[in-house]
């Protein structure tokens, strides 16, 4: 008997791991804000952690139908960030393509399974 991987599964995963790694990515903002911005007290130094903590609390909800949807808006205030600090704002252009780049190939395994043309779904019609 073989079992049947969910390809969307894998997905949250790697999702969840861009997120952490966002995380990271803009903590390491938090130096810049104290050497070369206002200092960590300030509204920037808030804005970096507020958008850090945000980042992380949506690892919780990425399961969830909506969760990527969150992650994804979460992407466009780190763009709309670039009006605080550039640094952020270019972070956000960069992570934001990269979640363009993984819904569109999640939406694309998601075709592609309704379709029935996946190579696991593939193999399990030859062995019939």
Known sequence: MTTRTD???????????????????V?????VVAKLGDG??????????????????????????????VAAGLQVVMIACWFAMVALGI????????????????HDVARRMAQGT????QAGKEAS
């Open 40 to 69: 960590l007290a300030t509204w920037q130094g808030v804005l970096v952690g507020v958008l850090a903590l945000a980042l992380l609390l949506t690892c919780g909800v990425l399961r969830r139908p909506w969760g990527r949807w």
């Open 118 to 121: 996946l190579p696991s779904q």
């Open 7 to 25: 390809p969307m599964k894998s997905f949250v995963s790697v999702m969840l791991a861009t997120l952490v790694l966002e995380v990271i990515v």
């Open 91 to 106: 972070l956000g252009l960069i992570f934001g393509l990269v979640w363009a780049l993984l819904l569109w190939m999640r």
């Open 27 to 31: 903590l390491l903002a938090l130096p």
